[in-house]
């Protein structure tokens, strides 16, 4: 799930700096085929654009939650019986939100294109010149890919021809490929207002491609926008309506912008560039490079560590509930630090080798740490106050809280390696323990 948040995160980036590059540069750009070439490459390009590879390396040194977060055990001292807690953590209950409304948008799609072939198939047919029409009132003047929807009743009227080379303009270059997938880059970040203005862009710069297409054929320019001004506004649809953002289409029409050139298109290969360097710096602002630490003669296969590897480490040939139920079984809350009434949460950082053992980070053969205040392998996040006056507890009965969660997760066999490219890797990864008094 991490995985999937960080590639959306740099998704949504791409699209912030490319729409925003869009409107700076064709905002009142008339060539509205450079246009959508833009719009199709800023819906294609951030999804390729974020399956760049970067280096996944952890940082060690850093007492910040990695990547890996196992749930935390709990200890009772009083009644000595352990237990654990699958909660529903945020990062977990952000992640159903995005996957509820994801896919409530995927069946919506889904609904609308049913909808519009149910009706391709149960309407009526009428032949138009070199155009095979499809007679549904329901649906106004639309056009789906191949089909083109007519009201019957608009036949005879003066504005019919405008109206029919319009669709049909639609239907020659394939507009709804452009409708399908702005809805589909909307249904995958509905939560970033830039994937909403990009799909209004898209539909805008269809509708201003068939209108010039129009306009280039009929001289009376004022008669296409009276047949605009006619049409019924119909409601939102995944088909081409004719009538969709009528007031931008004919302040379109009649603004004296430039036919600018396709010079512009150039400029996305700057941004590019810019926006791969602006994923990379925030990649590296997160403890995601220890290595770092160590020379380039340092850095060996021996002591790379990842946080996330191709392949997950596996405990005794189940899940991580086992590690849990591992600990669970084997920790013992200290005699002294129950007696003296120490309580505290425990976060211990360890690493998984390559050959399947336990190892602390700033052991042999793995980079030291540097020297900070607080960056112990085993880092003390609290503690509930001593009864005598809330002082804060003895640092020998805190030692033995540390050295209690350290013993018991060391001792774990059994591990099977992570991997990457099929070659078992060091991982990183961290386990909360919590040591309670009741």
């Given at each position: ?20 590059a869009?409107?700076?540069l ?75 409304l994801f ?121 296409y ?14 088909s ?100 003296n009434?120490?309580s ?71 591990w099977?390696?992570?991997?990457i ?18």
């Open positions: 799930m991490d995985k999937l948040f960080t590639y959306l995160f740099e998704i949504n980036i791409s699209l912030l700096i490319l729409y925003a869009y409107r700076i064709f905002d009142r750009d008339k060539n509205f085929h450079a246009r959508r070439i833009y719009l199709l490459v800023t819906m294609f390009l951030p999804f390729l654009l974020a399956l760049f590879p970067h280096p996944a390396r952890m940082a060690i040194n850093s007492i910040l939650p990695v990547t890996i977060h196992l749930d935390e055990i709990i200890i009772s001292a009083s009644s000595g019986i352990l237990e654990t807690t699958g909660g529903i953590r945020f990062r977990d209950l952000m992640a159903g939100i995005y996957l509820s896919t409530l948008g995927l069946i919506r799609l889904c609904v609308q294109v049913f909808l519009v072939l149910r009706t391709a198939s149960r309407s009526g047919r009428l032949q138009q010149e070199n155009s095979r029409l499809i007679t549904a009132p329901s649906l106004h003047a639309s056009s789906f890919f191949g089909y083109i929807f007519i009201d019957p009743a608009t036949r005879h009227d003066a504005s019919f021809s405008h109206i029919l080379e319009h669709e049909e303009i639609h239907r020659r270059e394939w507009h709804s490929a452009d409708r399908v997938m702005a809805e589909l880059l909307v249904i995958i970040n509905w939560f970033n207002p830039a994937a909403w203005m990009i799909r209004r862009s898209v539909v805008e710069n269809l509708e201003y491609l068939a209108d010039s297409g129009v306009v280039g054929k009929c001289a009376d320019l004022s008669g926008q009276l047949s605009i001004l006619n049409q019924y506004i119909g409601s939102a649809s995944i081409n309506q004719f009538s969709s953002h009528i007031k931008n289409r004919i302040n379109m029409l009649n603004k004296n912008y430039k036919s600018g050139s396709r010079w512009k298109l150039a400029m996305l290969f700057p941004l590019v560039v810019f926006t791969l360097l602006l994923i990379s710096c925030a990649d590296k602002e997160g403890p995601l490079n220890g290595n770092d630490l160590l020379s380039d003669s340092e850095i060996t296969a021996e002591n790379m560590i990842y946080d996330q590897p191709e392949v997950m480490p596996v405990f005794r040939g189940g899940d991580f509930t086992e590690f849990r139920k591992y600990i669970a079984q084997n920790l013992r809350y200290p005699k002294e630090a129950a007696e009434s120490v505290g949460r425990v976060v211990v950082s360890f690493i998984v080798t390559k050959d399947g053992n336990v190892r602390i980070p700033g052991e042999s053969d793995f980079p030291p740490k540097p020297e900070k205040d607080g960056a112990n392998e085993v880092v003390v996040v609290s503690f509930d106050p001593i009864t005598q006056g809330g002082a804060p507890p003895d640092q020998k009965y805190v030692d033995l809280l540390n050295q209690e969660a350290v013993r018991v997760i060391t001792s774990a066999t059994g099977e390696p992570g991997k490219g099929g070659k078992p890797v060091n991982v990183m990864m961290t386990m909360p323990i919590n040591f309670v008094l009741q």
